[in-house]
């Protein structure tokens, strides 16, 4: 890395590792949505082993992104911004992987409204990156593609507490506790993109002021 860069940055590498970090993030959920479309077990057993290995991938463009925060001392918005939006991206990842992990450690079958999550937590993630591609470029769109994501949230809690809601007093406790859990990974990775959504908001009012 050069001294100049070490200085101001390099004016896209933080916008690139982003988005990076997005689409890695954005792999995961699609391998989520394979994962529980197969009813293959040997197809669910590879798709979990993949995710595990996304996840790596995923980690490293934190990792990255990290270090070259560290290194540098002027960013081209807030470091701050930089690395909480860079954190709920993370997190997203996790929750994902954490569905995999947990329908297969509960043994239980997905339903239609674990499909339904996931698939707008997909979506949601798809305006997330479309969001970061346009920050440096165009903040009125990126700020039209962050509020998109966060009406997902929306969504996804309004399907959480039907799924809540749709329990019967007779139905057995141990699988309810099972599948709140995973509708909670799905919920809790919907709140990571509406808190995403909100700090590249913060930065481009920043960048207007």
């Known amino acids: 890395m050069r001294w100049r860069d070490l200085i101001v940055g390099t004016h896209d590498s933080f916008p690139q590792l982003l988005s990076q970090q997005l689409e890695e993030t954005l792999v995961m959920v699609e391998k989520v949505l394979r994962y529980i479309a197969s009813d293959d077990a040997e197809e669910r057993a590879r798709i979990a082993e993949e995710a595990g290995e996304q996840e790596h991938r995923a980690d490293a463009v934190r990792r990255e992104l990290m270090d070259r925060l560290a290194q540098t001392f002027v960013t081209p918005f ?24 947990e329908i297969d450690l509960y043994e239980i079958e997905p339903d239609d409204f674990i499909r339904e999550m996931v698939q707008i937590l997909h979506d949601a993630v798809v305006e997330l990156v479309n969001a970061v591609a346009q920050l440096t470029q165009d903040g009125q769109t990126s700020n039209r593609h962050a509020l998109a994501a966060k009406s997902y949230e929306n969504k996804m809690e309004g ?9 019967s007093p007779d139905t057995p406790v141990h699988y309810l506790i099972k599948m709140r859990e995973v509708y909670r990974h799905l919920s809790n990775a919907a709140d990571r993109v509406d808190l995403a959504a909100n700090v590249i908001n913060a930065i481009i009012v920043k960048q207007n002021l």
Request: negative net charge; without cysteine.
């Open 159 to 167: 399907v959480y507490r039907k799924a809540i809601a749709h329990f």
């Open 78 to 101: 807030d470091r701050e911004d930089i690395n909480e939006l860079s954190r709920a991206i993370d997190d997203i990842a996790d929750y994902a992987e954490n569905t995999i992990k």
